[in-house]
């Protein structure tokens, strides 16, 4: 937002961003890892989490300042030494080690510039800028993160609609549920879904999980082709029909897309290396990908998830 900012010369030059770095580890359940989500304060006083997800461990976060470049943010020894070894602390049984850990991801947090003090004194709280007089009709967002996003459109969808003059409307996020959420209650959903389904019972159960009432178009999907209705993914039991509901349904456009910010197979345990290879061939054979690309987009995926320190040379492994 800055460098956009920057640019504007009708704005004076000041930075509004300077973010602080997060990292997380990943791995499988480990002697006395807790049942539930577990809150914990390191030796240093910093919080962080142990959390039962996806069915692995996700274990964050550290709290560092950051300038590098944004599109390569990767976690370091450093960090990931850091969150195994409070781990251990606190756990004593847990025995974790490097070698513990099935990937790493890294991720940047928009908070307001401070140029003195801890990160931790930074101000979590989401900030909306406008920018006018210098440049009219242009509201800048500082801050917030996923779990107040609603909140954060909602605020400024308001006031959007308040310097547009528009009167006696006001955003709707909060009567509207997501995509796949409109249910009356989940559980006699998924039991009815497992019921009637066909599908082996981790499948059925990882749908419902995933998308919600919207398991059924991805089960239509299936039941149109059933070389759609397969495992791709052993891990994670994903099947075909999910490539094609990203591609069609989510507005996906790369196999990344797909397998990192859709179907999550890139979040399982392999991090998406064998079944990247089977997803491009279904997107080949179901959605028209020509040979070229499907092998272009594995290329790019791979090259992706290096970023995210898979265990093991499983990177290289995929390509022999």
Request: hydrophobic share 40%; proline share 6%.
């Amino acid at each position: 937002m800055d460098e956009i900012l920057g640019s504007l010369t009708t704005l004076p030059e000041r930075r509004l961003i300077g973010g602080t770095k997060g990292t997380h580890i990943v791995v499988a359940a480990f002697p006395g890892a807790p049942a539930s989500a577990l809150y914990v304060e390191a030796a240093d006083g910093r919080p962080y989490f142990i959390v039962p997800w996806n069915d692995l461990y996700l274990i964050g976060t550290t709290d560092t300042r950051y300038d590098g470049d944004l599109d390569r943010v990767e976690a370091t020894d450093e960090e990931i030494a850091y969150l195994l070894a409070e781990t251990n602390r606190v756990i004593p049984s847990a025995g974790l080690a490097p070698d513990s850990v099935l990937y790493a991801y890294a991720g940047v947090r928009p908070l307001p510039d401070v140029e003195t003090g801890a990160e931790a004194g930074i101000t979590r709280r989401q900030i909306i800028h406008d920018q006018a007089p210098g440049l009219e009709g242009l509201l800048s967002i500082v801050g917030g993160k996923l779990t107040t996003y609603r909140e954060l459109a909602e605020q400024t969808v308001d006031r959007v609609l308040g310097k547009l003059g528009v009167h006696g409307r006001r955003c709707r996020t909060a009567e509207l549920g997501l995509p796949g959420a409109t249910l009356v209650t989940l559980n006699a959903y998924r039991n009815e879904f497992m019921r009637s389904s066909g599908l082996p019972e981790p499948v059925a159960r990882r749908l419902v999980r995933l998308y919600g009432a919207r398991a059924d178009d991805v089960l239509g999907l299936a039941g149109s082709e059933p070389a759609l209705a397969e495992v791709f993914d052993p891990a994670t039991h994903a099947i075909g029909a999910e490539v094609m509901h990203a591609l069609g349904a989510e507005l996906a456009t790369t196999l990344e897309d797909v397998l990192l910010r859709r179907t999550m197979v890139a979040l399982g345990p392999t991090v998406g290396l064998g079944p990247d290879r089977a997803a491009a061939r279904l997107a080949a054979a179901h959605a028209g990908w020509d040979e070229s690309h499907a092998d272009a987009e594995v290329e790019a995926f791979r090259e992706r998830v290096r970023r995210l320190r898979p265990a093991g040379d499983r990177v290289e492994a995929a390509h022999r």
